[in-house]
């Protein structure tokens, strides 16, 4: 079993010394995805909802929450992002919109939760600038697609589908 390293000896919570680590290139991309009605959709793509261009509002908001990681996860060391994009992937048959944003830097530390905030947070701001249209959109499968870089190296998801 893994050793616990957000743990001190006596279980304290801490957050983790990265002082001695080298920093080396390291990038993680996370995916998520919001379903919808068709017609929410639609009033997306077609740029008509009343609140102003959602998918752009939404890649701010990915963008804002991926450097503002460190002040809502607890134990997250706060980083110097030299990257970070969030993209969308809308399929018009299963009324989805596909979530993807990945985060870089050089550093001590990883980055997979910068680019999880990101989608999160996207995801987010779609509801909130839909949700007079559509109260039943779901935001669902965030995770982490994919890193590099650091101790641990590569790591691809293979057990979710993606788009």
């Known amino acids: 079993m893994t ?5 001190d000896g006596e279980g304290r919570v801490r957050m983790v010394d990265v ?3 080298d920093s080396t290139r390291r990038k993680a991309v996370a995916v998520g995805r919001i379903s919808m009605s068709k017609d929410t959709l639609a009033l997306i793509l077609d740029q008509n909802i009343k609140k102003g261009n ?14 503002k990681t460190s002040d809502i996860i607890p134990m997250c060391h706060p980083l110097n ?7 969308f992937f809308p399929d ?13 830097l050089t550093g001590k530390t990883g980055v997979e939760m910068e680019a999880l905030t990101a989608v999160a947070a996207a995801g987010l701001t779609i509801y909130d600038m839909c949700k007079s249209y559509d109260k039943e959109m779901i935001i669902s499968d965030i995770h982490l697609k994919s890193k590099s870089g650091g101790k641990s190296g ?3 998801a293979k057990r979710y589908g993606e788009r």
């Open 154 to 156: 590569t790591f691809m």
């Open 19 to 21: 002082s001695d680590k």
């Open 54 to 67: 959602v998918l752009e509002a939404a890649r701010i908001a990915g963008v804002m929450a991926a450097k």
């Open 92 to 104: 018009t048959r299963e009324n989805t919109i596909v979530i993807e944003a990945s985060a870089a």
């Open 81 to 87: 992002l030299t990257h970070v994009s969030v993209d």
């Open 3 to 7: 050793e616990f390293t957000h743990l």
